[in-house]
């Protein structure tokens, strides 16, 4: 069974929205989308992910634009944890499985799947690859995924990073609702079919 999805997040962290095309089959995860942005300066990205079994990133490619003029990111990362951002290898992230799109509620959502935090209860502390925007520099970011309970619409998971902590809204297939602090979902429609 697969399911795809259309959702749009209103960003207040970065005053924007994002709109995201996502196709769930199995455990891999593919996702389009597109933000825009005005704080901490206007700016627009477009994005692409793919990930392999389990929701293992496999790579993330990202075009990103403000006053400046415009840049692109590929992300790739081998399966066994080792990652190159634009051929370069990010000498920090070794071992982690995720890539973390900075002000995106969408990368929220591998490790939470994987580990199945939105559906039981449970703790993953996982090392990610997180993509900082709009400058797209990749930097290491330990985060803590815990369940809290269960909810009509799906659960309730805090997410911790140093001292940072919020409590997410996941819907039954594992895709933020809300983001105290970061990002809404305005809207969002989900289709399921046979492969």
Avoid at 40 to 50: G, R, T, V
Avoid at 63 to 90: C, F, I, K, P, Y
Avoid at 160 to 170: K, V
């Amino acid at each position: 069974m697969a399911a795809s999805h259309v959702l749009t997040w209103e960003v207040t962290e970065s005053r924007g929205y994002e709109t995201s095309w996502i196709e769930l089959r199995g455990t891999t995860l593919r996702a389009r989308g597109r933000a825009v942005g005005t704080a901490p300066e206007p700016y627009w990205i477009s994005y692409e992910l793919e990930t392999g079994e389990d929701y293992v990133t496999s790579q993330l490619r990202v075009h990103a634009a403000n006053a400046t003029g415009s840049h692109e990111l590929l992300l790739l990362h081998d399966g066994s944890g080792r990652w190159t951002a634009n051929g370069e290898h990010v000498s920090d992230t070794g071992g982690a499985l995720d890539c973390d799109l900075g002000l995106s509620p969408l990368t929220n959502t591998m490790p939470v799947l994987r580990h199945g935090l939105h559906l039981a209860p449970g703790e993953q502390t996982c090392l990610m690859a997180w993509v900082a925007v709009p400058d797209l520099t990749v930097h290491a970011s330990r985060q803590t995924y815990t369940h809290l309970t269960r909810t009509e619409s799906g659960a309730l998971v805090r997410f911790a990073s140093g001292e940072y902590r919020s409590d997410l809204e996941f819907d039954m297939d594992g895709l933020v609702i809300d983001y105290p602090g970061l990002a809404h979902r305005l809207s969002g429609s989900a289709e399921r079919f046979q492969p």
